[in-house]
């Protein structure tokens, strides 16, 4: 969703950081963009409805240099908006101001009483040129300046009157050396160099500069110069931390290499994935597995005889499968709940209940909203994360890192891969060894990246099977038991980047209501891989034939009988069904990879979307 970068330093212009960061941000998903920044006195403030290159184009064209700054620093900040409180236009846009131009403001997020606030500042003859909800920030610091307040005071004052969930970069150019920035609930992180900092709403932009961090926590406001920051809470119960942190990834794992897309690209990462996400934990040579993440929690994890698994999208779908796969392995019963029904519910908890959250960017804020609804009954809290450092890391008591690296495309594909290998893991660290699937799929794991690599050479049969099915309207994603989760993750994928209808169903239900829609223009995908349900599943393909539906079957090489019943088939190599979603998903991204590349589309930012959703 939105984002957020500023810089303050000597050693770079901030105009230039602030439009790389921008960049660096885009695949966040955006609809317009804008600057305020100071480099050799003179500032430039610019908006514009679109994209980071035409506002990057407009600055480079005539700078809008309108006012000049008392300042040898170069100083400022910058936004990528993604449409909430009033239209992607460029009013709207970020940075807002006040009346005579001098107090910018940037905001990810809501302001849920931004109405209220606005009567009242319309009351004293504030005037409103935007529909957004940020409009009120720049226009309250200035009414508690003109009280006579100093600038972090009035900072802090209008801050407090928020409510709702945000993060905030301001700048002032009556204050030209100092940056502000304030959290609640959206992450916004302050990247720490030599005689310079810099502000992002996420560590990406950044990683270029400098992998040293400070993130801020809700409640905290900062005050950031050149060379130092202060940190405040405002929630009086906590003191503020300002630890600095090291990053743990690189800048180039970000580039997009040969690939014409981020997501073709983390598609091909899943055997790499499945690599790094099994790497030093999965060890069959001695039969353990050893996740370090949870020795910290380790005597807990042995009385815990509930898990409740929350998550949202493609990371519930991966939940849906931890459900099988801790239930079968561990033995232990599992609930996954969508985060943003878990968060509203009311249900009981024993303190021997885990919870455990599902998040790749480790920001999205109904996950986060359902962690903290667990906080006060003392219960565990465990995360399954990719960003390192992200907010859901933060919070949860231990947990797993995927370590898939960024993942850029909207569409979460590797990141599920990771996910689904993790919950295994998990699985089989709860079994503690009893389970007689434990030696098993530890070997398996261990092979599995090279049958990932298999699957990823079917691709240009299943680029072919795009290219003919790419102007049908619908599609049903069906399956059976491990494959059932798998069904409404193809689903998921092929409307969000294609933006076909496709629903996905558990194979069993069909005579419950989805065989209604079926005729020769209703492709089936079937999901019918090799498993002790096969055969019930062969038995729902020939209902499906029955009726002339097309069927594109993903079935386990060697089922020579399927060819004879399926419209077209993809195979994938033999694994056990508990690890079959991971070779069966990277036919079904690929399908919904190059359908949507064959009508044209913006695969890696598809409409509507955002990459990190951090508003409820
Ligand atoms: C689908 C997709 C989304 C995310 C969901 C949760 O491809 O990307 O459905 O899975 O928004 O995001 P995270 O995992 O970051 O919490």
């Known amino acids: 969703m939105c984002g957020i970068v500023g810089y303050i330093g000597d050693k770079n212009s901030a105009t230039d950081f ?86 910018f403001v940037v905001c990810n997020g809501i302001i849920e009483n931004y109405q209220e606030l606005k009567s009242t500042l319309e009351e004293k003859g504030y005037k409103f040129v935007s529909e957004t909800d940020t409009e009120v920030i720049p226009h309250l610091i200035d009414s508690y300046l003109k009280e006579g307040e100093d600038f972090f005071t009035a900072f802090k004052m209008a801050v407090s009157d928020l409510r709702g969930a945000y993060a905030i970069a301001t700048y002032c150019i009556d204050k030209p050396e100092v940056l502000y920035a304030a959290r609640l ?4 992180v302050i990247g720490v160099g030599e005689n310079e900092h810099f502000i992002a709403s996420d560590p990406s932009a950044l990683i270029n500069n400098t992998k040293k961090v400070i993130f801020l926590n809700d409640f905290e406001v900062a005050e ?105 392995i561990a033995g232990i019963p599992v609930e996954v ?80 891969m990771a996910q689904v290998t993790i919950l295994a893991e998990i699985a089989l660290h709860l079994s503690d060894g009893k389970s007689k699937l434990f030696s098993p799929l530890l070997k398996e794991l261990s092979v599995l990246p090279e049958k990932a690599k298999k699957v990823l050479e079917a691709e240009p049969q299943i680029k072919e099977l795009a290219k003919k099915y790419a102007d049908c309207r619908d599609f049903l994603f069906m399956g059976r038991g491990y494959l059932y989760p798998c069904a409404l993750e193809g689903a998921l994928k092929l409307k969000e980047i294609s933006y076909i209808h496709a629903e996905g169903c558990s194979a069993g239900e069909m005579k419950h209501g989805p065989l209604a829609m079926i005729d020769e223009n209703f492709p089936t995908v079937a999901l019918a891989a090799e498993g002790p349900l096969l055969d019930k599943m062969l038995s729902n393909i020939e209902e499906i034939k029955a009726r002339k539906g097309p069927i594109i079957a993903i079935a386990t090489e060697g089922n020579d009988n399927i060819e004879r019943l399926a419209t077209d088939v993809i195979f994938i190599p033999k694994v056990r069904e508990q690890l079959q979603p991971l070779l069966v998903v990277i036919v079904l991204q690929l399908f ?25």
């Open 185 to 188: 609930s959206s992450p916004i």
């Open 224 to 328: 950031i110069k050149a060379d130092k920051v202060h940190i405040e809470s405002l929630d009086g119960a906590k003191a503020a931390t300002g630890e600095v942190v090291e990053l743990d990834y690189e800048a180039e794992e970000s580039d997009i290499g040969k690939y014409p897309h981020f997501m073709l690209k983390e598609i091909h990462e899943a055997p790499a994935t499945i690599e790094s996400a099994t790497r030093g934990r999965v060890k069959p040579s001695i039969n353990t597995v050893k996740l370090g993440g949870l020795e910290a929690v380790k005597q807990q994890l042995t009385h815990i005889d509930r898990i409740i698994i929350t998550a949202c999208g493609t990371s519930y779908y991966a939940g849906l499968l931890g459900e099988y796969l801790i239930e079968e």
């Open 18 to 103: 602030v439009i790389n960061g921008l960049r660096a941000l885009e695949y966040r998903g955006y609809d317009s963009a804008g600057i305020a920044t100071t480099d050799g006195g003179k500032l430039i403030y610019l908006k514009n409805a679109g994209r980071v290159n035409s506002l990057a184009k407009l600055v480079a064209e005539n700078g809008n240099t309108y006012q000049t700054v008392d300042s040898k620093l170069s100083c400022g900040i910058g936004h990528t908006r993604w449409a909430t409180h009033g239209r992607p236009t460029k009013v709207n846009a970020h940075p807002h101001t006040n009346a005579d131009k001098k107090i």
């Open 337 to 416: 709940e969508l985060a943003s029904e878990f968060k509203y519910r009311s249900e009981p908890f024993t303190r021997n209940t885990a919870v455990i959250a599902i998040s790749q960017s480790g920001e999205t804020a109904d996950t986060i909203a359902a962690i903290k609804k667990v906080e006060d009954y003392g219960i565990l809290k465990l995360g399954i994360v990719n960003a390192t450092g992200s907010t859901i890391a933060r919070i949860t008591d231990a947990g797993v890192y995927c370590h898939a690296g960024p993942e850029q495309s909207v569409a979460s594909t590797k990141a599920f």
């Open 592 to 616: 919904a990879y190059h359908i949507a590349v064959n009508k044209g589309l913006n695969v890696d930012r598809p409409r509507n979307l955002a990459k990190s959703v951090t508003v409820e």
